[in-house]
């Protein structure tokens, strides 16, 4: 089995590479190579990558290249974890939306139709020169806005699932709070990627015994917490949302918080510089502790998992992915990209029955929806016009005059990553 991944250059990469090398049951890596065109990023990454597979005698080859042609060539999966504009562009990302007074988060909001612009053209190409190469291959998507991207690729013909670490997040979170293994523990989780709540928490299996309330009133004070929320909004959801709905539930708040501190692009960047440095030690076989602070936890086990089940492997059966709605929420449009729980195997991913959603979250997800139409008509083909329609569109925008002044700024900051600008 050959995997490749794109952007495997990434300080993340060590995180995906224990994971390839802890599971190997589970997805039996012959050959796994990393494509980035920053190649010392690149060798300093794959050499720590292959350090760690010798120390846990993994007997798979890890080689790196720049030449992306040659890397996705018969691979059974392609991995996508890239940053169009790097650091650098996440940083505007999340600092020019805070001068209109709206929140500058990578994914949500204006920042988040930033990167969808600079990152669906550049993910479509990649995802084209796979189907030439090998046309059977799945592309496993975990680059950001993993919705409109997944959605970008789905409507261009590819196999492709869209992964997120959300849900694997509050799986472990909860199994740890039950004191049960997380194999047990599965969610109800309903949504759009970074857009989702946990309706109900359910031990064995997808129709085992949902024990949300019980967490809630055992461990309320620590989920309230962890998701920076009051605990009692959260009990009066009833729910548990993702850490992303802050930025709805409390945007003036967080904007005001993120004018008071450097944006985590910049915290980011100072992370990287110093693990670099630790990838650079011969004597690194194992992650180091600092990567845990970069975020992407558990992404490792979920990408296994789910390329496992799409190669045909040991994968769980149902798995919480990023595909097509195909009439699971019924109030969307089948070719919307939704995140919920999934049968997952060889033919690909089909969402499981969800049940009928309160207004409250089903208004929120079709107004997201909408705007993810209008990013992804603007990100395929480009224009000012289409930009502003984005934006006046997104839910946390929403008024003419941020509209104009955030359509502005976004193009003045990215004009070198739009072909249109």
């Not at 592309?139 to 694997?168: M, S, W, Y």
């Not at 472990?172 to 949504?191: C, I, M, Q, T, Y």
């Not at 015994?209 to 920076?228: C, F, K, Q, T, Y």
Request: negative net charge; hydrophobic residues 45%.
């Amino acid at each position: 089995m050959k995997l490749a991944v794109v952007g495997g250059g990434s300080t993340y990469t060590p995180e995906l590479i224990d994971g390839f090398a802890r599971l190997r049951d589970t997805l039996p890596v012959e050959e796994l190579v990393l494509v980035d065109p920053a190649a010392d990023r690149l060798e300093l990454v794959g050499g720590l990558a292959r350090r760690i597979f010798a120390k846990q005698d993994h007997a798979g080859k890890i080689t790196t290249t720049t030449d992306l042609d040659a890397g996705v060539a018969g691979a059974d999966a392609v991995l996508l974890q890239l940053r169009v504009g790097g650091q650098a562009a996440r940083n505007q990302d999340e600092t020019w939306p805070l001068e209109c007074g709206c929140v500058g988060q990578e994914t949500t909001g204006a920042g988040g139709l930033a990167k969808a612009l600079r990152t669906v053209p550049v993910v479509l190409d990649i995802a084209e020169r796979v189907r030439r190469t090998n046309p059977d291959a799945w592309i496993i998507d975990f680059t950001n806005p993993v919705g409109i991207v997944t959605r970008a690729l789905l409507q261009a013909g590819h196999k492709a699932v869209g992964l997120c670490n959300v849900a694997i997040g509050f799986q472990r979170k909860f199994a740890r709070l039950l004191d049960v293994n997380p194999s047990e523990v599965h969610l109800d989780h309903v949504g759009l990627n970074h857009l989702t709540w946990e309706l109900g928490v359910r031990l064995g299996g997808p129709d085992g015994e949902n024990v949300l309330p019980r967490l809630l009133a055992e461990h309320g004070d620590a989920i309230a917490d962890d998701l920076h929320m009051p605990r009692q909004i959260v009990d009066r959801l009833g729910v548990v949302p993702s850490y992303y709905l802050r930025y709805f539930y409390a945007h003036d708040e967080v904007v005001r918080e993120l004018g008071t501190k450097p944006s985590r692009a910049a915290e980011v960047a100072a992370m990287e510089k110093e693990l670099l440095a630790m990838y650079g030690d011969l004597a690194l076989d194992t992650k180091p502790e600092l990567l845990a602070k970069r975020g992407g936890a558990f992404y490792s086990e979920a990408a296994v998992d789910l390329a496992a089940s799409l190669l045909g492997g040991g994968g769980s059966p149902v798995q919480v992915v990023n595909t097509y709605n195909k009439g699971t929420l019924p109030f969307l449009p089948d070719d919307a990209v939704i995140e919920v729980q999934a049968r997952v195997g060889h033919d690909g991913a089909t969402p499981l029955a969800v049940p009928a959603l309160d207004p409250l979250y089903a208004g929120l997800i079709a107004h997201v929806t909408a705007y993810e139409d209008l990013a992804l008509e603007a990100a395929l083909r480009g224009g000012r016009d289409r930009v502003f329609k984005a934006l006046l569109s997104h839910p946390l925008i929403g008024q003419y005059e941020y509209a104009e002044q955030l359509t502005d700024r976004l193009i003045a900051h990215n004009r070198e990553h739009l072909a249109w600008a």
